[in-house]
């Protein structure tokens, strides 16, 4: 058994434990802002490390844990998405001691929770690496015990969360019970049509969507995104739903593919239901937070339509329209951030003369809002263009248009804080710059959103290559 396979899990686990043990080592009342520079270095090692691991395509544990190009993808996202969190969550950690080591350490454990599930190829693994996801963020959501709403969010994130677990477990004992095996492959080979199956395969999927946030299991999302720390709903909203579609997408197309169900056509309503419900309610919000947690919604809705088409080029929509989208929420959440630590409000009027006072984050935030909408020439418009092209291939025409025209209703709330911030009056003084870590959080989610956009074959090329891997 070769353990190098795990070496992105041990030292992501090993660097929790490590920042956790400097905290309580280090004096009180010492600044705590190194552990987040040590974090983020630690974090940069293991993403440089992850480049070697690619071609490897190997398992350990009898097939049970996979390391193939599709599980190192995702990795780096989780990776990509944490640095960038940390970049501009210094601040906020601070206000968080003498729980700052707890505060990173238990971003490390959750990051470990996703690297799991990205290459977990069967059942049991990946509820492991769920669990672990989840239980880290059932706490942190709560962390800051000084507001309300925080501790509000995670009793409900708590309640709600567990409620989906019994569900997705049960659909999983189902499973495990019909076919005797909970590894994916050999699922995929006992399969056939029985009541037992379609009820597993349709509580697997309810478990799932809770996580992903799709209608009508994204209930809990705009509660929890206003009340969690805004550092935590960023990674709730890129990095959690990304390991979420790397698991969801891994098991439909190993385990399910060829079951004797139609099961595209439940995950396409499920996608439609989520980007009309999603992009109608955020209409209505006056918080950004809120309207980003219907953002995420809806988004949930678009990436669903990639595995409706269940093929290489659905699979390569997904893949790509991940990474962008974390690009882009990077850059979004970073300008909640400096708006919340400055002013202390998510309103959209508190982003008023926001272009004066700091032209990049303003920058910054209009470009990441038009690439979720689907501007050209902007990444997110590749993104979707893959993902509704890869839909009409297998003649689900319908569902194309509805993400087209739903994508056209999302300018609308957007713009509506693109204006605030270039042509609003601010009600006292304009929101400040931000630190300048912050600040380098929301240039380089600008530029890769941007250069995506413009350049996106490399990353297109990658997530083609990457796609193959259920289709060999």
């Not at 708006?339 to 202390?344: A, F, H, I, K, L």
């Not at 995506?452 to 490399?458: E, K, L, M, R």
């Amino acid at each position: 058994m070769d353990l190098s396979l795990l070496t992105t899990e041990i030292v992501t686990v090993a660097l929790a434990c490590f920042v956790v043990a400097l905290d309580l080592l280090m004096p009180a009342g010492e600044p705590r802002r190194a552990l987040g520079y040590l974090t983020l270095l630690g974090l940069a090692g293991i993403f440089a490390h992850t480049f070697t691991q690619y071609g490897l395509n190997a398992s350990l544990y009898g097939g049970m844990f996979r390391v193939d190009d599709y599980a190192v993808f995702f990795k780096q996202i989780f990776l990509a998405a944490y640095m960038l969190t940390i970049l501009f969550s210094l601040r906020t950690a601070d206000g968080f001691a003498p729980y700052t080591g707890e505060f990173y350490g238990l971003m490390l454990f959750s990051l470990a929770g996703m690297m799991v599930m990205a290459s977990a190829n069967d059942l049991v693994t990946l509820f492991v690496g769920m669990e672990l996801m989840t239980i880290t963020f059932f706490i942190l959501v709560g962390f800051n015990l000084g507001d309300g709403k925080s501790s509000e969010a995670g009793v409900k994130y708590l309640v709600l969360g567990a409620a989906s677990t019994a569900v997705l477990l049960y659909g999983m004992s189902l499973i495990y019970g019909y076919t005797g095996s909970v590894v994916l492959p050999e699922i995929a080979a006992r399969l056939s049509a029985s009541p037992a199956a379609l009820v597993g395969i349709v509580f697997i999927l309810a478990g799932f969507a809770f996580k992903i946030a799709a209608v009508p299991f994204g209930m809990w999302v705009p509660d929890v995104y206003e009340g969690a720390p805004v550092p935590i709903t960023a990674l709730l909203a890129m990095a959690s739903k990304a390991a979420s579609f790397a698991v969801i997408t891994r098991v439909f197309l190993t385990a399910f593919a060829d079951a004797p169900y139609n099961w595209p056509l439940i995950i396409a309503w499920l996608a439609a239901a989520s980007m009309v419900a999603g992009n109608l309610a955020a209409i209505l919000q006056t918080n950004v937070k809120r309207l980003l947690a219907y953002s995420s919604i809806a988004q949930a809705g678009y990436l669903l339509t990639g595995l409706v088409a269940a093929g290489p080029n659905g699979v390569k929509g997904i893949i790509f329209y991940t990474a962008l989208y974390v690009f882009a929420s990077a850059g979004a959440f970073a300008v909640v951030a400096a708006v919340r630590d400055e002013t202390g409000s998510d309103d959209i009027a508190a982003y008023r003369g926001l272009a004066r006072s700091s032209p990049l984050l303003a920058a910054a935030m209009t470009v990441a809002l038009l690439s979720m909408a689907g501007i050209p020439p902007l990444a997110g418009f590749v993104g979707k263009l893959y993902l509704f092209l890869a839909v009409l291939e297998k003649g689900w025409f319908w569902l194309a248009l509805l993400g087209f025209v739903m994508s056209m209703v999302s300018v609308y709330y957007y713009l509506l804080v693109v204006k605030a911030m270039y042509l609003g009056e601010p009600a006292g003084e304009a929101p400040a710059d931000g630190c300048s870590a912050l600040r380098w959080a929301a240039l380089v989610s600008l530029v890769l959103t941007v250069v995506c956009g413009v350049y996106p074959t490399p990353l297109a090329a990658l997530a083609s290559r990457v796609a193959q891997n259920f289709f060999q």
